[in-house]
Structure formats: C-alpha cells, structure tokens
C-alpha cells in the first residue's frame, strides 16, 4: 500500500489477519489527526483528463492534495464523470497513490450518488456518462421485479468498482407519501411493501450475501423516512425543514429501513428533515440522539456506519450563492456545538464537510473524548478492511475500460427502460387501439429528436400533417429562486395553462400519444379525455419509448404512486399516509397491457 513511511508497525497490512485485528493495530498507530480525518466525507472532483483536480470554485472544494495530504481525508463523494471509464480509473489510481504517500498510507474511499439513470442534480444524482443507463429508481418499482433490481445492482457494483467507487450513496428507500415531495425520483414509490422488498434486492446486488473485497457498500437513505415533507418541500432548504406525520404513521416509513438491516446494509444516512409533533426531539435527524442511537442503534441493533447528510456543520457557497448549513432545530448553535452534537447522536462521519481541526479542537479541550473517536475510528476502519482497500487500492484500468459501459450492460438498462414503460390510457375505437401504433406513419413529435423518430415513421412538421402526435411531457415544477433550488423540481403539480391548452390543441387536430416523465406525480386530469393515448416513463430514452409505442417491446410498468385527479387533493392528503389523495385520477398499481 504505497509508502508506509513513519510507521513503526505494518502488521496491520497483513491480510492473513482477522479484520478487527487489523483495525486494533493501525488504530493503536493514529495521532488524533489521523483519526479526524477519517470522520469526513466531502465532494471531490476529477482534473481535465483524469488527473488530480485543483481548487473547484463551483462548489467551493480546496485542491485534491490539500484535501487528502494537509486535512488526512480519507473518504470522498465523486462529482460529475469522466467520457470513458478507463480516465475515471487512471484518476481514481492517481488519488490512491496520493493517499498512499501519507504517513500511515491508509487508501481512499471513493462513493457516489446515484449515476445510472438520467437525472442531472449535483445536489442528490449524477448522468450515467459512461456507465449504462436504466430509468431511474421509481422505474425499478414501476416494474416491480426484484429479480431484475437485483441484477441492476449487479451491474452497477461492477462498473462502479471498476473505476473504484466502493460505497453507493443509495438506495433510497424513502416512501413517497407526499406527492409533491421533489426526491421521489429516486426511490421505490409509495408502497411500504413494495420498497421493502426492491431496497433490499438492489443491496443484495451491490453487496452480495455479505460485506466483501468483491462489494460496493450501500448507504440506505434517509433514515427514518425523508417522505413526510410539508408541503412536500425540500429539507436542503430552511422552507422546508419540517417532516409532519399529521396521520400518526411514522413506523409506517421504517418498514423499507428493517429490510435493508436484514439486507445486511452496510452504512445509513439520516435525513435532514426534523420531526415535529412526535415523541422525538424536534431537531434534523443527523443531530438526533433519540433517532441515531435509541430507534437506529438500539431498536434495530444497527452496527454500521452512520454519516449525516451533506452539510450539516458548516455553511457554505453552491452555485455562487450563499448555503447555510442544515442544522434545523439548532441553527443557534455554533459549528463546534453542533458536531459535539451529531456526535453525541451516536453518528461516525460528516458528509459533506471537510473541518478535520474542528474535531480536533474539540477532542484537545475535552468537550469530545478520544474514547469517543475511537467508536466511530473502528467503524469507518472496519469497512476499508472489509472491501480490501488496504490489500488492493489500485484497480485495473485496461478492465475498467470493457466493464464500464460493457454492450451486454447497456442493453439490460435499455430492455429496463422499455419494460418500466406504463400505459395509462389507450383509447379504441371501431378500427382497434390507439397504441401499438404501425410503423411508417406520418408522426408529428415533441421530445423526440426527429432523426430518432424517423426510423419509425415519416416525420411532418404540423399536427394537421401527420396521423398521429406523440408529444413528450416533463411533469411540472414551479421555479425557484436558484439554480440550486431549481434541481430540486418541487410546488404545484399542475401543468401550466399553456402546455393544457397546447395539449389540447394538437389533440383535436390529430390523435395525440401523451407520454409523461414521471420524476414525481403531475396533475394529468385536465387533458386525459383530451387525448388518444396516456403514457407515463422514468427515464426512458426516445428509441426505448418508441419501442413500446409501436409494439417491438411491451409496456410492463405500474404506477409506482397515485396520480391524484387535483392539487386540492393533493393539499388535503395527509404527507405521512400512503395513497390518501381522494379519488387519484390514477391508482398505484394501475398499468394496461397490449392485447396479444
């Protein structure tokens, strides 16, 4: 493992040695500088052709040698990505032999976010780049086949550790019981059972049976349940802050959370939300000793490393505009107090942060004792042992060149993206279905390039042109003050009156296909009599879409959530309860399927 220099005793390197042996001895070596370092986890990003990156002024992050030599960092969250798989790990060699010239030599943890489907948030998902790309998370649970979950997660280890990323930000296993809510994108939907059984399909996959040299760790998110937002607002936001359970159904949300425990889920992240009204202390969960250590650690027996949503401590500058740190509930508290408090919570790590003096300080003045270092030391140890980090940091770059985007990948997330594909509505008539459509008609498209859709038919440039207009839709979101803010698509679910009246429009001139990107729930009442046919996806590329629409693939997904009929319902429904929007236009479970 590089150069060890400094180090009177390199026992710890000897992989004959049982794990908790080896933690003890390299422990028994730390300085408490050492060990502070371990308890950081910040974003890190790649330089121009896989090199080490320099000071990124975008997201306020000092160079790479700065963050892993002078702060002894030792765990990173990756942003963005590079064009090929073998520059992500000619980069990721680069950092570990980096970290290896450090006295001790103990390698780097690279974890990312999600990066397989196509989300676009530095905030919560990455582009898949190079990796293969499948609907997002809510379009596994359209499909609702654990077999298949568990054979994306599969994929996603390998090509995540073959460029070196050994810990998923993910999975989510949050319940969408607020509609609104702009984070449903990427978990399992509304269903507590449904959640349950794919979370724990998609660890399996990532992990294997157990916690090996061969695994990509899962962090489950976020613990107890981010749902029950009011308002459906977001909790990286001082607006939205608040998690409500006006219904009474907190455990409700913990379902998802004890299959992964059974999973064998390596780490947890709680939410940033704070509870209000219920027999906890109403600060963010990431500072919440009655949630980390009393339901997290004592109820389930959780073992595992817990690290804070990103953000906690500190604030900071994303975007060129100010941040402050998420300590709902203790905002009066300084930075040195609240990391005393997650601390005392019973949390190992600080995402997002990278202060290493500050825990320093506060264990040199008493107020944190080493003793309590040490737990959390361990923990975030025991896992580089575990994944073979210190046996093997390097990996092989010709291989992460064929893994990464490997043929038979790609084609699995595409044939993933088609099944996930969920008919709502198809209209007959005396001639026969709306959809398949034949191929070779004369198609009018929104939101679908037209070199796309001219291999299935003749493309026209008006409705009145054509035999039938397939109009691509993104589910509405009210804009934001930010561009940070406008990652995070929250607020009404009702299309603007432009896009009805433009719906409409083109439906009474022609039969109109409406296909909808389903990121969360959209109010689609106002036009669904309106057109031929309603369709919904979850990442789906325009060829995928197309498949389905003209029957070489058939639709195979169900709503993953209610689609209420108005935003009175919606504002009437109670966030912690699943399916209580009166009346949904649309019922969870609800997908048609092609006559045979």
């Not at 730390?30 to 790649?46: P, R």
């Not at 083109?506 to 669904?528: K, N, Y």
């Not at 319902?569 to 009166?582: I, K, L, N």
Request: proline share 7%; glycine share 10%.
């Amino acid at each position: 493992m590089g150069d060890v220099r400094g180090s009177s005793d390199h026992s710890y390197l000897d992989a004959s040695l049982p794990v908790d042996e080896r933690v003890e001895l390299l422990l028994a070596q730390m300085t408490l500088e050492e060990k502070a370092g371990l308890f950081f986890q910040s974003m890190i990003a790649m330089g121009e052709g896989g090199e080490l990156a320099g000071p990124n002024p975008v997201f306020g992050l000092p160079s790479t040698e700065e963050l892993v030599l002078d702060r002894g960092m030792t765990h990173f969250n990756l942003l963005g990505a590079a064009p090929d798989g073998r520059t992500m790990a000619e980069w990721h060699n680069r950092l570990q032999q980096l970290a290896g010239t450090s006295r001790l030599g103990i390698p780097v943890t690279v974890s990312s976010d999600p990066r397989h489907s196509f989300s676009d948030n530095p905030g919560a998902a990455m582009m898949a780049g190079p990796f293969s790309q499948w609907p997002e998370a809510i379009g596994l649970a359209a499909i609702g086949d654990e077999a298949l979950v568990e054979r994306f997660g599969d994929i996603a280890r390998q090509e995540y550790a073959a460029v070196g990323i050994r810990v998923a930000l993910h999975p989510q296993v949050d319940l969408a019981t607020e509609p609104r809510w702009s984070r449903q994108v990427a978990t399992f939907g509304e269903d507590a059972e449904l959640s349950a059984r794919l979370g724990a399909a998609y660890i399996r996959g990532f992990q294997g049976a157990e916690l090996g040299t061969d695994s990509v760790a899962t962090m489950v998110k976020h613990f107890p349940g981010g749902g029950p937002q009011r308002d459906g607002e977001d909790p990286h936001f001082a607006y939205g802050r608040e998690q409500v359970y006006p219904g009474g159904r907190f455990e409700y949300h913990l379902a998802p959370f004890e299959a992964a425990f059974e999973a064998g889920v390596s780490q947890v992240m709680p939410y940033y939300g704070m509870p209000i009204g219920t027999e906890f202390e109403e600060v963010g969960f990431g500072f919440n000793r009655s949630v980390v250590t009393g339901l997290l650690r004592e109820r389930y027996g959780f073992d595992g490393v817990v690290c804070t949503d990103w953000g906690l401590i500190t604030d900071g500058e994303i975007m060129g505009q100010p941040f402050p740190a998420r300590a709902w509930g203790v905002e009066h508290l300084s930075p040195r107090e609240r990391m005393r408090k997650v601390l005392e919570a019973g949390v190992d790590q600080f995402g997002g942060e990278a202060c290493p003096d500050l825990l320093v300080d506060l264990a040199r003045s008493g107020e944190v004792t080493e003793e309590r270092i040490d737990v959390s030391a361990r923990r975030l140890l025991r896992e580089k042992f575990r994944l073979g980090l210190f046996d093997a940091p390097s990996v092989d770059v010709e291989a992460a060149s064929t893994v990464v985007g490997a043929p038979e990948f790609r084609a699995a997330g595409e044939a993933a993206q088609r099944a996930s594909v969920t008919v709502l509505k198809n209209r007959s008539d005396a001639s026969g279905a709306t959809l398949p459509l034949r191929r070779g008609l004369r198609l009018y498209v929104e939101g679908i390039a037209p070199d796309v859709a001219a291999e299935y038919g003749t493309v026209v440039g008006s409705p009145a042109d054509a035999d039938v207009a397939i109009l691509r839709l993104q589910a509405p979101w009210e804009q934001r003050e930010t561009m940070f803010e406008n990652f995070f698509h929250a607020g009404s679910l009702d299309f603007p009156v432009e896009t009805v009246e433009h719906v409409r429009e083109v439906a009474a001139a022609v039969p109109t296909v409406v296909d909808v990107f389903l990121d969360r729930p959209a109010i689609l009442t106002p036009f669904a009599e309106d057109v031929a046919a309603l369709v919904a996806n979850y990442g789906a590329s325009g060829r995928a879409m197309l498949d389905v629409l003209v029957g070489d693939a058939r639709p195979q997904g169900s709503l993953p959530f209610d689609l209420p009929r108005s935003m009175a319902a919606v504002e009437a429904s109670r966030p912690d309860v699943p399916f209580d929007t009166a009346d949904p236009l649309y019922r969870f479970g609800h997908g048609l399927r092609y006559v045979e």
